[in-house]
């Protein structure tokens, strides 16, 4: 089945700074890409996603990009503020009806 | 309902006991899991339902565990005999049958086994 992986485990930043968070998957017929964030206490919530036809995608601070050749997708977020901090999951699935598999997890922390 | 709602929200029991999970799906959404997630760790999959298929149940830790979804809507999250290393907060999360990929999550049960 999917294996995803993401780097780094944790990431601290500035405030100000950009952070970017790495994922790998194996399997080449998965394309759909998301990404969450699980705020402390919370439950994680979708915050960008990602398809197999385009190279990347971006809404306001975040952005994703996608190499399907390498298999890695990454998330951008740029002018990180303090409530950017969060666990940040991505995922991989092969689209409807199929399982999305998460990958371990990013804490990001934005120091002042 | 205007979510994924999952009961109890809160539930604290003695090592042997068995005990059941509930999760509650948004209307109409066909896929659904469930997921364990230990205090600062990523999410463990465990149960995976989706329409009328048969179950992806290559998460569950041990025969233990066991799921059931009725009516393709509410789904049950068993853990039998109960051991400490269970504890953890165990969370369901539903999508929509078109789509199969937007996950919405229920805001979980934190089981803790003493």
């Known amino acids: 089945g999917e294996n995803v992986e993401q780097h780094p485990s944790t990431l601290s930043v500035q405030e100000g700074d950009s952070a970017v968070i790495k994922c790998t998957y194996s399997?080449?017929?998965?394309?759909?890409f998301p990404w969450y964030k699980q705020e402390l206490g919370k439950r994680p919530q979708l915050i960008i996603d990602?398809?197999?036809?385009?190279g990347e995608k971006k809404d306001q601070r975040i952005a994703v990009t996608l190499n399907k050749t390498a298999k890695h997708f990454s998330l951008h977020i740029t002018e990180t503020q303090p409530e950017d901090s969060a666990v940040y999951f991505c995922a991989a699935s092969k689209g409807r009806g199929n399982k999305l598999t998460f990958g371990t997890g990013t804490q990001l922390k934005v120091e002042l | 309902g205007a979510g994924v709602s999952q009961s109890p929200s809160n539930k604290v029991t003695e090592k042997g006991k068995d005990v059941e999970l509930r999760c509650d799906p948004i209307s109409g959404h066909t896929a659904l899991y469930w997921y364990r997630q230990s205090l600062g760790q990523g999410l463990e999959f465990l149960i995976y339902?989706?329409?009328?298929?048969?179950?992806?149940k290559s998460g569950l830790p041990s025969d233990r565990f066991s799921a059931e979804r009725t009516g393709g809507s509410v789904s049950t999250l068993t853990i039998q005999r109960t051991q400490q290393e269970d504890s953890a907060v165990y969370l369901c999360?539903?999508?929509?049958?078109?789509?199969?990929?937007?996950?919405?999550f229920g805001s979980g049960t934190q089981l803790s086994v003493l």
């Open positions: 399997d080449s017929a998965s394309n759909y």
């Open positions: 339902f989706q329409g009328n298929s048969a179950p992806d």
């Open positions: 999360a539903s999508s929509e049958s078109n789509s199969g990929e937007k996950l919405f």
């Open positions: 990602i398809r197999s036809n385009v």
